[in-house]
Each structure stands twice: as structure tokens, then as C-alpha cells.
């Protein structure tokens, strides 16, 4: 008798044990993929358009420029590329001030070059450029603290709703407490990402955590901010193009048929070439 050859090897899904399709997969998935890919792409697609939607719904935080503690002119938007820790206080606080620098200096303490912190006196009266380098070397280099005209530096507190109240002394001046006066201001912290929008505002009792909370979101803001950047060119490049095509339909088709005749012309050049030939 004829010797057996050897067994085919199964194509169909139902000639394979177990009812698996070449490569492991079920037949159900296997016919399913082909549905999947597209719904997973466009779904990718649309996270990444949904990205430039959550960083429009943080504000941007309103631009100003005061001088620091070394007479340098400091514009607040000359700071994007990195995190901005802005807060209010003026030197001559004997409590809540420094306390305030402490927890922002604990916040920061594991990467100290993470945020820039932007400090704006509540007391330009007593807070002038002296008196700020004098403050500064408590704390770390980089820290900017700002100061300018009375009207200039209560243009900056309208702007981020701090509300600061001037309480006259009388009788004897506590420790910490000079030319007869002390300062009643919000206690707020406000947290910025690299592109300046307000990522948190920061008030009443807080702490160091809500500070490294807060940076954590900025930073997580700035790489949802990298990954819509090609949609959001693209959708940024259409939208000119609608534009220009509205303002100028004539030219805007001359230069569509310019871009698209070499891909007419070149099929029928190859058509001519290599088939009527």
C-alpha cells in the first residue's frame, strides 16, 4: 500500500485545534481587527484633539513686569518654559510670610530647579530693592522677589484678586513691625505651567503636599501640551487655509491646482510611457 503523506497543514480557522485561527487568534478576533484598528486610531486621534480643550480651560495668568531684588526688570510671561510658583508677602511679616517661603522651599526641596517663585511685596513702601536683596539671601538663588510703584504693584493685586489692607499701630511696635503700620493680605499661592496658565490657586490653610500636588499637574499639563502639538499645527494650518481661501478663492484654487497637477501628470506620464509604448 501507497505510504501516507504527509498531513496538510490547516488554513480554515475550524481546521485548527482548539478553533484557532494562524497565529493564535480566535476566528471571531482574528475577523474582528480589521473593525478595531481604525476605531483604536480615531480614538487616539481625538484624545489628542481633546488635549488643547483641557489646557484652554486653565486661564492664563495675567502678564506683568516689576523689578526684583537686583533692579532687573521681571516680566512674568519672559518666565514660561518651566513651572511658576507665584505667591504675595512683604519682609517685615513676623509669621505668615516666612512661613509661606518655607513650605514653598520644602515643596520644592527634592528638585529645586523645577519651578521658578516669584514673590510680589504686598508693602512696596518698605520693600524697595535694598531691602529685597537684604531678604533674599535667606533663601535660595533664583528666587525673585518683586517690588515697583504703589499703583504699579496694586495693578498686580487687582489682577490675582488679593486683597491687601494697610492696619495703622498704635502704642508700643511688636518685634517684626516698623513704621508704625502692618500689613493684612491673602495668603495665596498660585501654581503655573510652562505655557502660563493657572493650574492652581492656592489659599487658606495649606501645605508643602499641596504645592508638589499642584507642580505635579503643571508638569502633567506640559506633556499633554508636546503630544497635541502636531494636531493641534494641523488643525492650526487648515484653519489659515479656510481663511485665506475665503478671502481669496481664486488664488487659493490656482495654488491647490499647482500642488495637485504633478500628481496628475506624473500617473499619465508613466501610463504613456510604459503601457500605450
Given at each position: 500500500?501507497?505510504?501516507?503523506?504527509?498531513?496538510?497543514?490547516?488554513?480554515?480557522?475550524a481546521?485548527?485545534?482548539?478553533?484557532?485561527?494562524?497565529?493564535?487568534?480566535?476566528?471571531?478576533?482574528?475577523?474582528?481587527?480589521?473593525?478595531?484598528?481604525?476605531?483604536?486610531?480615531?480614538?487616539?486621534?481625538?484624545?489628542?484633539?481633546?488635549?488643547?480643550?483641557?489646557?484652554?480651560?486653565?486661564?492664563?495668568?495675567?502678564?506683568?513686569?516689576?523689578?526684583?531684588?537686583?533692579?532687573?526688570?521681571?516680566?512674568?510671561?519672559d518666565?514660561?518654559?518651566?513651572?511658576?510658583?507665584?505667591?504675595?508677602?512683604?519682609?517685615?511679616c513676623p509669621?505668615?510670610?516666612?512661613?509661606?517661603?518655607?513650605?514653598?522651599?520644602?515643596?520644592?526641596?527634592?528638585?529645586?530647579?523645577?519651578?521658578?517663585v516669584?514673590?510680589?511685596?504686598?508693602?512696596?513702601?518698605?520693600?524697595?530693592?535694598?531691602?529685597?536683596?537684604?531678604?533674599?539671601?535667606?533663601?535660595?538663588?533664583?528666587?525673585?522677589?518683586?517690588?515697583?510703584?504703589?499703583?504699579?504693584?496694586?495693578?498686580?493685586?487687582?489682577?490675582?484678586?488679593?486683597?491687601?489692607?494697610?492696619?495703622?499701630?498704635?502704642?508700643?511696635?511688636?518685634?517684626?513691625?516698623?513704621?508704625?503700620?502692618?500689613?493684612?493680605?491673602?495668603?495665596?499661592?498660585?501654581?503655573?505651567?510652562?505655557?502660563?496658565?493657572?493650574?492652581?490657586?492656592?489659599?487658606?490653610?495649606?501645605?508643602?503636599?499641596?504645592?508638589?500636588?499642584?507642580?505635579?499637574?503643571?508638569?502633567?499639563?506640559?506633556?499633554?501640551?508636546?503630544?497635541?502639538?502636531?494636531?493641534?499645527?494641523?488643525?492650526?494650518?487648515?484653519?489659515?487655509?479656510?481663511?485665506?481661501?475665503?478671502?481669496?478663492?481664486?488664488?487659493?484654487?490656482?495654488?491647490?491646482?499647482?500642488?495637485?497637477?504633478?500628481?496628475?501628470?506624473?500617473?499619465?506620464?508613466?501610463?504613456?510611457?510604459?503601457?500605450?509604448?
Amino acid at each position: 500500500p501507497p505510504l501516507a503523506g504527509p498531513s496538510p497543514i490547516p488554513t480554515d480557522a475550524a481546521q485548527v485545534p482548539g478553533g484557532l485561527a494562524p497565529g493564535g487568534l480566535a476566528p471571531s478576533m482574528a475577523r474582528r481587527i480589521p473593525q478595531v484598528l481604525p476605531a483604536l486610531v480615531l480614538f487616539c486621534l481625538a484624545g489628542l484633539a481633546g488635549a488643547p480643550a483641557l489646557a484652554a480651560d486653565r486661564p492664563a495668568a495675567p502678564d506683568f513686569a516689576l523689578s526684583d531684588q537686583d533692579g532687573r526688570l521681571v516680566r512674568l510671561s519672559d518666565l514660561r518654559g518651566k513651572p511658576v510658583v507665584l505667591t504675595f508677602l512683604y519682609t517685615h511679616c513676623p509669621d505668615t510670610c516666612p512661613r509661606t517661603l518655607g513650605h514653598l522651599l520644602t515643596a520644592l526641596k527634592d528638585r529645586p530647579g523645577d519651578a521658578a517663585v516669584v514673590t510680589v511685596t504686598v508693602d512696596p513702601a518698605r520693600d524697595d530693592k535694598a531691602r529685597l536683596a537684604e531678604y533674599a539671601k535667606q533663601w535660595p538663588a533664583g528666587w525673585r522677589f518683586l517690588t515697583g510703584p504703589e499703583a504699579q504693584v496694586g495693578k498686580v493685586w487687582a489682577q490675582y484678586g488679593v486683597s491687601v489692607r494697610r492696619d495703622e499701630e498704635t502704642g508700643h511696635h511688636h518685634h517684626g513691625h516698623h513704621m508704625g503700620y502692618t500689613i493684612t493680605h491673602s495668603n495665596v499661592v498660585l501654581v503655573l505651567d510652562a505655557a502660563g496658565r493657572i493650574t492652581e490657586r492656592i489659599s487658606g490653610a495649606w501645605s508643602a503636599a499641596d504645592v508638589s500636588g499642584a507642580l505635579a499637574q503643571a508638569r502633567q499639563a506640559e506633556g499633554i501640551r508636546w503630544a497635541a502639538m502636531p494636531l493641534q499645527a494641523l488643525r492650526d494650518f487648515l484653519d489659515k487655509c479656510g481663511a485665506y481661501a475665503t478671502r481669496n478663492p481664486v488664488a487659493f484654487a490656482g495654488i491647490v491646482l499647482l500642488i495637485a497637477l504633478p500628481g496628475i501628470l506624473l500617473p499619465l506620464f508613466l501610463f504613456r510611457t510604459f503601457v500605450l509604448n
